[in-house]
């Protein structure tokens, strides 16, 4: 897969992943009862905050070093909460993998 195509897959499954992080914080606040509020907070938290450092190190920064930790740290962090579906670590490892290769092959020479 060529560079244009990484960086294409990549963009799609990290906005992808920010808006399943997004759309799973807010059905957690819709569906699930109010018995055990830290909890509830915890998983908001966790999903709201990846999803918001997936999309701004995807849509605010420049490709690079900065802009790969961001969105390695949302991944990982928003798929804490996630983690029994199987699916959500996987897609996350993927995001991290292919950022932290887009970024490493814009920091070698040309």
Do not use: K
Not at 5 to 17: D, E, K, M, N, P
Not at 46 to 73: D, H, T
Not at 83 to 89: I, N, R, S
Request: proline content about 5%; overall charge positive; some cysteine.
């Amino acid at each position: 897969m060529g560079s244009n195509g990484l960086a294409s897959a990549t963009r799609f499954l990290v906005i992808a992943l920010g808006l399943l992080y997004a759309l799973a914080a807010v059905g957690g606040l819709a569906l699930v009862e109010f018995e055990h509020t830290r909890d509830i907070v915890l998983w908001t938290a966790f999903l709201a905050v990846g999803a918001a450092l997936l999309l701004a190190g995807q849509l605010l920064l420049r490709p690079g070093p900065v802009s790969a930790v961001f969105i390695s740290v949302g991944a990982v962090v928003g798929g804490l909460p996630l983690f029994w579906t199987l699916l959500v670590p996987i897609a996350a490892a993927a995001v991290v993998a292919c950022s932290i290769a887009l970024a490493r092959r814009g920091a070698a020479p040309a």
